[in-house]
């Protein structure tokens, strides 16, 4: 750690000195137009427009030319590009949380923003109207509230806007494992004067398995529409529609049982990597639409007006089979299934911005005062069949992991069904019912004391109503309603060594969550005040050479306070207390640079040490089995020829690298012997490397990728393990106009 930190100080200092030297060279890097992969400022970070040298948080963020190079077509691939990412768990397209789930700075996320606002999502999210991925890291409840972020950071869609030319294209892609996609990309103006502008992406892709079994089937269409009918009005409409048709991936869960003392690893248990351990037809149908509006109006020279109201509806209905370890053997398994009938979930977002950058004095006010109003409505239906593989006594046995002419394809669609046909009018299905409330008022100023240092100041005021609903079995009594009201806090400071070039950065921030009622050890039941994390971080930026190299270096420590635990008592099992903790903290280090003419890289490092320092004596000072693998690496690399007889031609390498993830971390002492034993689980470090290649030209493009070129078997999950796609490749042919 110490020589992590040591390296990474002195990346400044190394790139300063290196800017005075060769200004021949610098000249001829000016005259090229940069668009990859050097990092953009962004509005979203703090509500404003912020200049990354001059933004106390830290974020990420990959330009949809990154994904054009890189032959990606979807947001979840995308995220490999994001320092300090790590895709844990693959969509499965169920309402209400069917997304991919990720890991950041130790804590579980979700992509739940566009453009700023609720863009919720329930299934693969198509890339084909992506601008840009901004990934916004650390506790940052302040200014986007608790229901759409996670103590680890935000993810926000960025997505692209009519343009005043007619213009667009048309692209195929096909490859391994029966993919194929089309997609289009069409923008005109709607009248001669131009203040009337249409956008239309769409895309079709339908996607195999490297395995016996699984698919998806994506459709994405978005259109957008921009209206400017004076130089300071505008109005923007937007709708987007994700569904995905699919068989889940092969996803096995890992519960406490004696089978732990005979395996701790995944490649222990020798799984069949390729054949699926499942039948036909066992798909379920997600679906999320989403309406966006935004009225932006420019009161004055200083002050902006923005109103912003987004809507989400997601839908689910099918079969989630899956797969479990528990009791005795390790070399056998259970098979199940968690199927969604009818559910939904149904949001939507009010938000009103007052932006003002303008000066008190001398001092700079860069300010934004805003009110969010945000609504979920929650009507999901889970049902399952207590296991599918039974004997004479209606119990669940356990199926073979190997056993030459055993009919894994049994659990199937039809035999699945027809379970589900012998309960009906006796299932107990698993709810999740209700709707929640959020008003929030916000204010946040980015004070310029001097021309190189600034203080940035917010504060969040955030009102949370749960009202009556059920989370659990249909017969479970409804949830009581309760009222939660939070003050979130955020401070930044910002020294620019070097004006625009070096500065010296320091946050803290602040996020919370709303927790439900719960029974103490007395059997009252209780609101409890909301589970909080507190961020402390610092680090150092630089934009060089004209903006051509930027870095990011930072320590974070994060603390979360108030975490309810389990008290097991023989008078009330479920008791909880609200007295855990858990500290997250690591460093992260990130380059974007546009080397020399035509070379382009992205690279980065994080390392992350998380533990639960008060909790149940079961994970007490250990790793949570959510927090991902603790050292994390990505680097992409690419070269294109700018001018002469090549002029076009372009390829790249990308790698990622994860360690050791123990997704079961625990002490389990049995209840009839007392013994104690040690749980550890872990899916392996993986080292994937990426290739691609392309030719553009001024009406035509054409691109090729192979993923996973060494045919790793690597796993992702969180307390869960899915293998991962071998190698695979695409190729795609663009027609532009």
Request: glycine share 8%; with cysteine.
């Amino acid at each position: 750690m110490k020589n992590v930190l040591i390296c990474a100080s002195l990346l400044g200092s190394i790139l300063v000195l290196s800017q005075e030297k060769d200004s021949t060279a610098l000249k001829s890097i000016d005259e090229v137009i940069i668009n990859t992969y050097v990092k953009k400022d962004s509005e979203y970070s703090n509500k404003m427009p912020l200049k990354a040298i001059e933004n106390p948080q830290v974020y990420s963020s990959v330009d949809k030319v990154i994904l054009e190079n890189q032959g990606i077509f979807t947001v979840d691939d995308a995220f490999k590009n994001i320092t300090g990412l790590q895709t844990m768990w693959t969509s499965n397209g169920r309402a209400g949380d069917g997304g991919a789930y990720v890991s950041l700075r130790g804590f579980v996320s979700a992509n739940s923003l566009r453009n700023g606002v609720l863009g919720a999502v329930t299934s693969t999210i198509d890339a084909v109207n992506l601008e840009k991925l901004e990934v916004l890291k650390g506790p940052s409840g302040t200014l986007f509230g608790s229901l759409l972020t996670s103590y680890g950071g935000v993810i926000n869609r960025v997505t692209k806007k009519p343009f005043e030319t007619f213009g667009g294209s048309v692209s195929l892609a096909g490859g391994s494992y029966d993919t194929y996609r089309a997609a289009v990309d069409i923008n005109t103006p709607l009248t001669n004067d131009k203040t009337l502008l249409f956008r239309l992406n769409s895309a079709y892709t339908n996607e195999g398995t490297f395995q016996t079994e699984g698919f998806r089937r994506n459709l994405a269409i978005a259109p957008s529409l921009s209206y400017k009918p004076t130089d300071r009005l505008s109005i923007n409409l937007d709708m987007e529609l994700f569904q995905m048709k699919s068989m889940s991936d092969q996803t096995f869960f890992f519960y406490s049982g004696k089978y732990l003392q005979q395996v701790n690893n995944i490649k222990d248990l020798n799984l069949d990597y390729k054949n699926s351990y499942l039948g036909k037809d066992l798909t379920n149908t997600g679906r999320s639409i989403n309406f966006f509006g935004q009225v932006q109006y420019k009161i004055s020279n200083s002050i902006t007006s923005t109103t912003n109201f987004s809507s989400s509806s997601s839908y689910s209905d099918g079969f989630m089979p899956y797969l479990y370890f528990s009791g005795d053997e390790a070399s056998s398994m259970f098979r199940s299934d968690q199927s969604t009938r009818d559910s939904r979930k149904k949001s939507i977002n009010f938000q009103q911005n007052f932006n003002g950058d303008f000066k008190i004095g001398n001092l700079r006010n860069r300010v934004v005062l805003g009110f969010d109003y945000l609504r979920i409505n929650n009507n999901q239906n889970f049902y399952d069949v207590n296991g599918f593989d039974k004997n004479d006594e209606d119990k669940s046995v356990p199926v073979p992991l190997h056993q030459a002419g055993f009919n894994y394809a049994n659990f199937n669609g039809t035999a699945l069904q027809a379970m589900y046909n012998t309960m009906a009018g006796n299932e107990k299905p698993y709810i999740n019912r209700g709707i929640q409330e959020n008003y929030a008022m916000y204010i946040s100023n980015v004070l310029n004391i001097t021309s190189t240092l600034n203080v940035l100041m917010a504060l969040r005021v955030d009102s949370f109503n749960n009202h009556p609903g059920i989370l659990g079995p249909a017969d479970q009594e409804e949830s009581k309603q309760f009222k939660q009201t939070f003050f979130s806090p955020k401070l930044g400071i910002v020294y620019e060594v070097i004006k625009d070039k070096v500065s010296i950065f320091g946050n803290y921030q602040n996020s919370f969550k709303n927790l439900a009622f719960y029974a103490g050890t007395d059997k009252v039941v209780r609101t409890p005040t909301p589970e909080q994390a507190n961020q402390m971080e610092g680090g150092i930026k630089t934009s060089l050479f004209n903006g051509k190299v930027s870095s990011t270096f930072s320590y974070y420590n994060i603390k979360v306070k108030d975490v309810l635990r389990s008290v097991p008592t023989t008078e009330a099992p479920q008791a909880q207390i609200q007295d855990g903790t858990i500290v997250s903290r690591g460093v992260e280090l990130e380059v974007n640079a546009y080397l020399v003419k035509g070379f382009t890289m992205i690279a980065g490092f994080t390392y992350n040490d998380s533990k639960y320092t008060q909790a149940d004596t079961s994970v007490i000072n250990r790793r949570p089995n959510t927090s991902g693998s603790p050292y994390l690496a990505n680097l992409y690399a690419s070269y294109q020829f700018l001018d002469g007889k090549l002029k076009g031609l372009g390829f790249g390498v990308g790698a990622n690298y994860a360690s050791e993830n123990k997704i079961v971390n625990n002490l389990e002492t049995d209840s009839e012997t007392h013994v104690t034993t040690n749980n550890v689980f872990s899916l392996p470090s993986y080292f994937v490397l990426n290739a691609s290649a392309y030719y553009d030209a001024k009406k035509f493009r054409i691109g090729v990728k192979v993923d996973n070129f060494t045919n790793e078997h690597y796993w992702i999950g969180y307390t869960t393990a899915n293998p991962q796609k071998l190698i695979n490749a695409m190729g795609t042919l663009t027609y532009k106009f």
